[in-house]
């Protein structure tokens, strides 16, 4: 299958510090999401990018789906410690079905 | 609640056993996807209907494993002679064809821990 390499792979930081994570892949993709997961739960939906060089807000989130189509940044202000979790990239292929790819995770830590 | 719905949140069963899992999507979604989440991964794509169709299928999901969508509302996924490896996070996601968009909303998954 495809590989979305996500990266960092874990952060640890101080409560209001702002937070940047990346994925990237070799393959081009029309749409990224990015999705938070908590402990035992189901991921959840946090931004969803439909076009190369798109910039999307969502509260403190903002996420940019990256003009060459192979990479997608999201980026997180002032963080609080509920920003802890798990935060996942997928992708969509331009080409296939409705599969997502997703990445390994980037785990995030706040330190109050 | 109008979200993504899984039953039941955990399953322990031994090795060859069979289990069934449920999903219920979002009421107005007509595509929905199971996907495999193992420990410190993302989740892994599964299989894919859209309505009663089951349209795509992942080399992941091998002869033991079934999914069906008999009514294009809810749907199951079977796992026949479970193995231990088959432990993991099974997620069940939906989307609308109608709204256009890719974005997939999931359940809060179903534990299987076979031993």
């Known amino acids: 299958g495809q590989q979305l390499n996500q990266s960092p792979q874990s952060m640890f930081i101080q409560e209001g510090e702002d937070v940047s994570m990346n994925c990237t892949s070799s393959s081009i993709f029309n749409t990224w999401l990015w999705y938070k997961q908590d402990p035992g739960e189901g991921p959840v939906l946090l931004i969803a990018l439909y076009k190369a060089g798109e910039l999307t807000s969502n509260g403190r989130l903002t996420a940019q789906f990256g003009i060459t189509r192979k990479d997608s940044f999201l980026n997180i202000s002032a963080s609080i410690p509920s920003d802890v979790g798990i935060y996942f990239c997928a992708g969509q292929l331009t080409n296939t079905g409705n599969q997502f790819y997703f990445g390994t995770g980037t785990s995030l830590t706040v330190i109050p | 609640d109008t979200g993504v719905s899984q039953n039941p949140r955990h399953k322990i069963t031994k090795r060859g056993q069979n289990v069934t899992f449920r999903c219920d999507p979002i009421?107005?979604?007509?595509?929905l996807y199971w996907y495999r989440q193992t420990l410190g991964q993302g989740p892994e794509f599964l299989t894919y209907f859209q309505n009663e169709a089951q349209l795509e299928k992942s080399r992941l999901l091998s002869d033991r494993f079934s999914a069906e969508r008999p009514k294009g509302s809810f749907s199951t996924l079977e796992i026949q002679r479970t193995e231990q490896g088959d432990s993991a996070m099974y997620l069940c996601a939906s989307s609308s064809e109608v709204a256009a968009l890719n974005e997939q909303f999931f359940g809060p998954g179903t534990r299987l821990t076979v031993l």
């Open positions: 009421s107005e979604h007509n595509r």
